[in-house]
């Protein structure tokens, strides 16, 4: 038995590229009109409620400002993200890995509980007792593979013109197209926030061998 | 020290592999293959004839925002804001059996369809007005369209860089009910820096689709031939997406 099975040491993978491709594109996107909006329209400065700084060129695909082939890049790679993740729901709720490691029991959310929990982590001891992922753990893979990666996927949608006469309740969810576009744009970095924390956490509990476990599998 | 160089490799080769990609024959073709599945997924779910969200009066913006082409520099369209428009014609031309000349009184003599809708800038911004001019359907009927009729060619009075400006859509779009030749923004005469006389209004897609300053609508079986052959003046000139409804 691997501590990781095949199928999700793919996804993982194609998971980060696509994300860091997506992005680094939207980065991109972003420059193109540097003002986020509430509600349905906005175009002016004075009705934008955050002025975002320009990216510079290493942050940014294309490493230049090129809107057309961010844009050809971003929704190319929405299509293996969103069925990748579409799959990976489907995988882990149908084997169980979603019931035995990420879902949470009502004893966890004990403050004790959640308490002790970060005080292990701030002594960078990351050794888990029975269960695969701890609750800090469960916790943050929960919150990005259930919230945070959908959310991209949905205001995403929610942005397109094409799509908004498809589904037009789906952008009345998010309170009108530049809601939906202000809401991609924070998730995008409250993602890249969890990747930050993420790497940060699997240096300090072993690279090494974590990143091989990852790929190779490793011994559960 | 060598991991970090590693991984700056790894990160390097992936931004270039990205970048390198478009430029490629294959990548042009996966690229395109990825705006044709957003063309089909989006008409899938919400079927060819979905309509574009209408708002309410109170949701209109304070003011319309002109973009691209605000004011046309040539003397023909100077002298033509100057005579109020009164000798505009708009062709209509191509691949049917009965071409059109239309005067400005010919086009507000037709059913009018009224709308007011979000207008999406590919930049990112929106705005909300309501326009008022007849359904291209309509103009589209009088002129009897052939069968080898496959997508419609918008001509425009201004130029960018020196290269007209046109657009094309095909005929899921231009049949739609919701695309309309409009004279009309918020109950007044069409702004110069929002297309007057004559704009189009292609709900569903982005804002570069709704060609301004019409001057010709032309029926044809493919878009080779026309400007560079991409389907519109910024799919030419800086490889913006055909299909513009993502
Ligand atoms: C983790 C995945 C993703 C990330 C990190 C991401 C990131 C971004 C960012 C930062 C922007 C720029 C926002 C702005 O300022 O305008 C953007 C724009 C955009 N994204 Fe995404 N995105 C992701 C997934 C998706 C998906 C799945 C779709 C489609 C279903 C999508 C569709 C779009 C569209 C249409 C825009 C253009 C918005 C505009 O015109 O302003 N994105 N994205």
């Avoid at chain 1, 695909?61 to 990976?88: C, E, K, M, N, S």
């Avoid at chain 2, 304070?62 to 369209?77: H, V, W």
């Avoid at chain 2, 059996?97 to 010919?106: E, G, K, R, V, Y």
């Amino acid at each position: 038995m691997k501590r990781h099975a095949l199928p999700p040491r793919l996804w993982h993978w194609l998971n980060l590229a696509c994300v860091t491709g997506l992005f680094m594109s939207g980065l991109n996107i972003s420059n193109a009109h540097r003002r986020l909006y509430w509600g349905e329209w906005g175009f002016a400065p004075e009705d934008a409620w955050l002025f975002v700084p320009r990216f510079p060129g290493w942050m940014t695909i294309p490493g230049h400002y090129d809107l057309a082939a961010a844009r050809d890049l971003h929704v190319l790679l929405a299509w293996p993200f969103a069925i990748g993740l579409l799959f990976a729901w489907a995988a882990m709720m149908l084997n169980g890995h979603f019931r035995r490691d990420i879902m949470t029991s009502t004893a966890e959310w004990r403050p004790a509980a959640i308490w002790r929990d970060i005080v292990q982590h701030l002594k960078l001891d990351f050794t888990h007792h029975g269960s695969k992922y701890n609750f800090l753990q469960k916790l943050a893979y929960g919150t990005v593979l259930g919230i945070l990666l959908p959310l991209m996927i949905a205001t995403g949608m929610a942005i397109s013109p094409g799509m908004d006469s498809a589904w037009p309740w789906l952008s009345e969810i998010f309170a009108g197209r530049q809601s939906a576009r202000s809401i991609h744009f924070l998730t995008a970095w409250a993602i890249f926030a969890f990747f930050v924390i993420h790497i940060a956490l699997v240096l300090l509990s072993g690279p090494v061998r974590q990143i091989r476990d990852m790929i190779c599998g490793g011994e559960a | 020290m060598r991991r970090r160089a590693v991984i700056a490799g790894i990160g390097a080769l992936f931004t270039s592999a990205c970048s390198r990609l478009s430029d490629s024959k294959a990548g042009e073709a996966l690229l395109s293959a990825a705006e044709d599945w957003h063309r089909k997924a989006h008409r899938l779910l919400g079927g060819r004839g979905a309509l574009a969200r209408e708002f309410d009066r109170a949701d209109i913006s304070p003011f319309f925002r002109g973009n691209g082409s605000t004011d046309p520099d040539s003397a023909e369209y100077k002298a033509a804001v100057q005579n109020g428009f009164a000798d505009w014609r708009l062709a209509v031309r191509g691949l049917v059996n009965n071409p059109l000349s239309l005067s400005l009184a010919d086009i507000a003599a037709l059913p009018q369809r009224t709308q007011i809708t979000r207008h999406d800038c590919v930049e990112g911004w929106s705005a909300i007005g309501e326009w008022t001019g007849p359904q291209l359907a309509l103009v589209l009927e009088q002129a009897r369209l052939k069968p080898e009729a496959r997508f419609i060619i918008f001509h425009c009075a201004d130029r960018l860089a020196g290269k007209p400006y046109y657009e094309s859509i095909d005929l899921a779009d231009a049949l739609h009910p919701q695309t309309i030749v409009a004279h009309r923004l918020n109950g007044e005469a069409l702004p110069v820096r929002n297309g007057a006389p004559l704009r189009m209004r292609v709900e569903r897609q982005l804002g570069y689709k709704h060609a301004k300053y019409l001057t010709a609508i032309e029926a044809v079986a493919k878009l080779d031939g026309i400007g560079q052959g991409k389907g519109g003046y910024w799919e030419d000139r800086s490889g913006y997406q055909w299909y513009a409804g993502i």
